[in-house]
């Protein structure tokens, strides 16, 4: 970040007790409102890498997502950028935000240089009608102004954002903050800047008093949660087979063994946009404030104080790019021809730049006239045909707190070695798994370390039920 230093900032309103600091809430206009409602957008990937970097607060950890992530790293997969970068499926609407703190850089497009052909392609490598390569980069034109109109918002200190309106009672509101006297709250405006971001997203991640450790620059430290299973039936269309090593003495699993359809579930919650994974559970992700901020986002008037309806359901319903589709799907993957590109041509103080829009099908007419529709050339490649993200047919283990690696049973006995743990403390279990396992590891990758024994907890008291 050396260099790149601004001085860009968001001012913050503060309502603060006198005494103790606390704040009550905080009052936010359109771009610290959007800042913080992009949270939804970011890919599980994208939090991990964040969250990892310096800011005021440090690094921190959340669960078992950290491990997951630099998991990524050791692994031979030609889509490692894919899952240490992955993009956001609402990059349209985050890159005219303020303070923007996810660095993945812009969704490349390419197209052709030799002639007019509408082809489009996510590489370099695809080839035109001409039998030329598709290789001149174009960007996407930013046509979204962010998500909320321009306004007053109410912000608590758990991070639920309400518009400032009649419809919300003002004073009840500072009764339920346990606001008694106007005279022992302060008011303080401190200036958001990315490094501020940062330190929100954390605490976001693991505070239920979000706005009071950024005012005080408290540290959020992550606190393991008891985990309570998601109450989602299993669907039959998705079944994974897997050994389970479990340690007697404590009951964990110390790592589960599978295919690598199992390492690429696991893998392809780095894809996941934070507002679909809370949508996935139920509204019950237990992370942080999220759970409360999302159902925040979406108990507010669309019509009213959204930008747009789809502006809202990018953040409520925010879907996987086609490209990270894979065989086995946990997340909602649109049909393909949901997107559509438009060739645009931007003219810059004479210099026509070639861009490319991208709606969603419904969300915007094309209105700019008869911009010519480009076609994306398979739209699923690099992972086509559904190969996955890992290389197959293969073995992979997953540990409990989610490191995903090739299997062998040499590298099997240097761990349980490692971890001195002896033959007669392990047990071994075969177990099936559906939709619901997956998403109570899911759930728990991002509470808990031990994700596996925690998602998988009720197969494991089967075993003592057997005995
Ligand atoms: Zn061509």
């Known amino acids: 970040m050396a260099g790149t230093q601004t001085d860009e900032h968001v001012s913050l309103k503060l309502v603060v007790n006198a005494e103790t600091n606390k ?21 599980l990937g994208t939090i991990a ?9 440090g690094p921190i950890t959340l669960g078992s997502l950290n491990s997951l992530y630099h998991s990524v790293a050791h692994l031979d ?3 490692k950028e894919m899952l240490l970068q992955p993009s956001n499926s609402a990059e349209d609407f985050c890159n005219t935000l303020k303070l923007n703190i996810d660095d993945t850089g812009p969704k490349k497009y390419f197209m ?25 980069e174009v960007f996407l034109k930013h046509f979204c102004n962010g998500f909320v109109k321009d306004g007053v918002f109410i912000i608590t200190d758990d991070l639920i954002v309400m518009p400032n309106s009649v419809d919300y009672a003002t004073f009840s509101l500072f009764q339920n903050l346990g606001i008694r006297n106007p005279s022992s ?25 979000c706005l009071t450790d950024l005012l005080l620059e408290k540290k959020p430290t992550f606190q393991s949660s008891t985990f309570l299973s998601s109450r989602i039936e299993n669907d039959s269309g998705i079944k ?21 359809d ?53 953040l409520v319903d925010p879907c996987l790019l086609p490209h990270f589709k894979l065989s086995i799907q946990i997340l909602p993957i649109p049909r393909p021809s949901i997107f559509r590109y438009y ?4 003219f810059i103080n004479g210099t026509c730049t070639i861009r490319v829009m991208i709606f969603k099908d419904g969300e915007r007419e094309n209105s700019d006239g008869k911009l010519p529709e480009m076609k994306l050339l398979n739209p699923e490649t690099p992972i086509a045909n559904a190969e996955g993200f890992v290389k197959g047919p293969a073995m992979y283990v997953a540990t409990d707190n989610l490191v995903v690696a090739p299997f062998s049973p040499i590298s099997a006995l240097n761990f349980l070695n490692r971890l001195s743990i002896p033959f007669n403390d392990l047990k071994e279990k075969d177990v099936t798994i559906g939709l619901k396992e997956c998403l109570n590891i899911l759930k728990a990758s991002l509470t808990t370390t031990s994700a596996l024994t925690n998602g998988l907890r009720h197969l494991l008291t089967e075993v003592k039920e057997e005995k």
């Open 343 to 346: 060739r645009y041509n931007e």
């Open 262 to 314: 199992f390492a690429d579930m696991l893998l392809s919650f780095l894809t996941f946009p934070m507002g679909g994974v809370v949508r996935k559970l139920g509204g019950n992700s237990s992370v942080g404030s999220i759970d409360g901020l999302y159902k925040s986002i979406a108990d507010i008037n669309e019509n009213v104080y959204f930008m747009s309806k789809p502006a809202k359901n990018r």
């Open 112 to 136: 052709c240089t030799h002639c007019c052909s509408i082809l489009l392609s996510f590489t370099t490598l695809r080839k035109c009608r001409c039998a030329n390569n598709l290789t001149q």
């Open 240 to 260: 994974f087979k897997l050994k389970l090593v479990i340690r007697k003495s404590n009951g964990k699993i110390l790592y589960a063994q599978g295919e690598k």
């Open 185 to 209: 709250v302060k008011e303080m405006t401190i200036n958001v800047t990315k490094e501020k971001v940062l330190d929100l997203l954390k605490c976001s991640l693991l505070s239920k008093s």
């Open 77 to 79: 997969t030609q889509y």
């Open 23 to 43: 704040v009550y809430f905080a009052e936010a206009g359109k771009d610290f409102v959007d800042v913080l409602f992009s949270f939804m957008t970011l890919p």
């Open 49 to 57: 890498r964040l969250i990892d970097k310096d800011s005021k607060m």
